[in-house]
Structures are given as structure tokens and as C-alpha cells.
């Protein structure tokens, strides 16, 4: 229903229903019943008139908006799936130049790591695909899940602990964070030479905070991490989501990425 609607109904119903009982008691009831009985009836049917018109179009104005939030999180998803096929086509593009050009120079092991790379970077756009924030799997299932594809696929190891509530975040949040962890899994897979990673995700009513650390050659000092794609990505996702974020190499060497918020919003 409209706010035309809801305007006219909250602004007409309550003087029709109340100066209509007034006019039908003052022509034929009053007779019957004394001005006390009256007023007191009268007020009886104000109140019982206003709650039913209150409930309903709150009822109605709540569910408008329980609607307006899913169509923004379907939109969220869809953004979200937007960029992961233009970042798809990109690496694939560039990947196909590469294996083309090896192809020609006769360089056969550095051709077969270029179809190894298409290979990773198919499956885990088709795990993006197959498992988006709309499905019924917990976002705590579905990292998992994505980091079990991931190890099987790179034979790096994992430790994870995930410590997260059910519907701790809006799912605008989850596919931010979500991207996050894939970029940052996919930076070590690509760049880190690592054969162990550890991921500790925790959220509390008061904050959250996600730690990745591997055990690889760590942040390399002729590589500007500020012109990487990558990173970039990962740091506007973080100043989105409100929260702090540091990209540090670990005490035992390696990459630390540590994002972490203060206060939930």
C-alpha cells in the first residue's frame, strides 16, 4: 500500500468512526444513555480505534521495511558478484596473455603454472557463486567451508578459529568481510611462497576482530603496498566496514593482516 494511503486512512478513519458514533448517539441514543455512559464509551471506542489502526500500519510500515532491507542486501550481493566477474575476467585475461606468450617461448613449466592459476581462479569464482550470502549457510559455515576448498586446492595448512554469532553482521558486512578473507588467502597463495596460514575471526557485541598470519617471505621491501590492487581493495573494504587495519610482517616472519573494531555499530 502506498504513504498516500496510510495518510488518508490514519487521517480519515478516526474523525469518520468517532464524529459518526458522536452524531448517532447524540439523534438517537441519548435517550439511553447518560453523558457520563457516553464520554465513557466514546473513549472506550478511541481507544480500542486507535490501537487497531496503530498495530495495522505499523505492521504494515515494518514489513515495508523488512522488504527495503532485503532488497538492499540482494543488491549488496549482486554489487558484490558484479566485481568479483570483473576482477574474474581481468586475472583471466591476464593469465591467458601470460600462458599464450609462454606457449610461444617454449616454456612449458611456467605455461603449466599459468593453467594451474586459471584453474584456481574458476573454482573459486564458482564457489562465490554457488555459495552467496542469501543461502541459509552460516557465515561462519561458509568461510569454513571456502578455507577447506582453499587448503585442498594449495596444499597450505590452516588453523582456524571462527568465533562469530548468528546474524552478528548485516549481510552487506558479510560480503565485505567475506572479500577480504578470500583477497587475503589468494595474496598468499600468489605471493607468500607459505605452507601454513592461521585465520582467528571473533565478534562480540562490543567489536570484532580478524587476524590472518602465514608463515611466508613476508612483506618484501622493493614491493609498495599501497599501489597493490589487492591491498587496496582490502583496505577501502576495512574504512567501509568502520575498522582499523594494519598490514605488518609477524613476529616468526611472514604476513600479519589484523583489522579490528572498537565499538559494533
Same mark, same amino acid.
Given at each position: 500500500?502506498?504513504?498516500?494511503?496510510?495518510?488518508?486512512? @490514519?487521517?480519515?478513519?478516526?474523525?469518520?468512526?468517532?464524529?459518526?458514533?458522536?452524531?448517532?448517539?447524540?439523534?438517537?441514543?441519548?435517550?439511553?444513555?447518560?453523558?457520563?455512559?457516553?464520554?465513557?464509551?466514546?473513549?472506550?471506542? @478511541?481507544?480500542?480505534?486507535?490501537?487497531?489502526?496503530?498495530?495495522?500500519?505499523?505492521?504494515?510500515?515494518?514489513?515495508?521495511?523488512?522488504?527495503?532491507?532485503?532488497?538492499?542486501?540482494?543488491?549488496?550481493?549482486?554489487?558484490?558478484?558484479?566485481?568479483?566477474?570483473?576482477?574474474?575476467?581481468?586475472?583471466?585475461?591476464?593469465?591467458?596473455?601470460?600462458?599464450?606468450?609462454?606457449?610461444?617461448?617454449?616454456?612449458?613449466?611456467?605455461?603449466?603454472?599459468?593453467?594451474?592459476?586459471?584453474?584456481?581462479?574458476?573454482?573459486?569464482?564458482?564457489?562465490?557463486?554457488? @555459495?552467496?550470502?542469501?543461502?541459509?549457510?552460516?557465515?561462519?559455515?561458509?568461510?569454513?567451508?571456502?578455507?577447506?576448498?582453499?587448503?585442498?586446492?594449495?596444499?597450505?595448512?590452516?588453523?582456524?578459529?571462527?568465533?562469530?554469532?548468528?546474524?552478528?553482521?548485516?549481510?552487506?558486512?558479510?560480503?565485505?568481510?567475506?572479500?577480504?578473507?578470500?583477497?587475503?588467502?589468494?595474496?598468499?597463495?600468489?605471493?607468500?611462497?607459505?605452507?601454513?596460514?592461521?585465520?582467528?575471526?571473533?565478534?562480540?557485541?562490543?567489536?570484532?576482530?580478524?587476524?590472518?598470519?602465514?608463515?611466508?617471505?613476508?612483506?618484501?621491501?622493493?614491493?609498495?603496498?599501497?599501489?597493490?590492487?589487492?591491498?587496496?581493495?582490502?583496505?577501502?573494504?576495512?574504512?567501509?566496514?568502520?575498522?582499523?587495519?594494519?598490514?605488518?610482517?609477524?613476529?616468526?616472519?611472514? @604476513?600479519?593482516?589484523?583489522?579490528?573494531?572498537?565499538?559494533?555499530?
Amino acid at each position: 500500500m502506498s504513504m498516500r494511503k496510510y495518510k488518508l486512512i @490514519t487521517i480519515l478513519l478516526p474523525p469518520l468512526l468517532i464524529g459518526g458514533f458522536e452524531y448517532f448517539r447524540h439523534e438517537f441514543l441519548l435517550d439511553y444513555l447518560s453523558m457520563e455512559a457516553g464520554n465513557f464509551y466514546i473513549t472506550l471506542l @478511541t481507544l480500542i480505534l486507535s490501537y487497531l489502526v496503530g498495530t495495522w500500519m505499523f505492521k504494515n510500515v515494518e514489513q515495508s521495511n523488512q522488504e527495503l532491507v532485503q532488497e538492499q542486501a540482494m543488491r549488496a550481493v549482486y554489487e558484490e558478484r558484479e566485481r568479483l566477474a570483473r576482477e574474474l575476467h581481468d586475472d583471466l585475461a591476464q593469465t591467458l596473455f601470460f600462458l599464450n606468450v609462454k606457449l610461444k617461448q617454449g616454456q612449458i613449466d611456467e605455461a603449466r603454472e599459468a593453467v594451474s592459476e586459471i584453474d584456481n581462479n574458476l573454482r573459486q569464482a564458482i564457489f562465490n557463486l554457488r @555459495t552467496s550470502p542469501e543461502n541459509a549457510v552460516s557465515f561462519s559455515n561458509r568461510i569454513l567451508q571456502w578455507l577447506q576448498d582453499w587448503r585442498l586446492l594449495t596444499g597450505v595448512a590452516i588453523t582456524s578459529t571462527i568465533q562469530i554469532n548468528e546474524r552478528e553482521f548485516h549481510t552487506s558486512e558479510e560480503t565485505q568481510l567475506f572479500g577480504i578473507i578470500q583477497e587475503a588467502f589468494t595474496n598468499i597463495r600468489k605471493h607468500s611462497k607459505a605452507t601454513k596460514a592461521t585465520i582467528t575471526f571473533q565478534a562480540i557485541a562490543e567489536g570484532w576482530s580478524l587476524t590472518i598470519i602465514d608463515n611466508g617471505i613476508g612483506i618484501q621491501p622493493k614491493h609498495d603496498t599501497t599501489k597493490q590492487y589487492g591491498i587496496a581493495m582490502m583496505r577501502n573494504r576495512a574504512q567501509e566496514l568502520g575498522a582499523k587495519w594494519e598490514l605488518t610482517t609477524a613476529v616468526e616472519g611472514g @604476513t600479519k593482516l589484523h583489522m579490528y573494531t572498537d565499538i559494533r555499530r
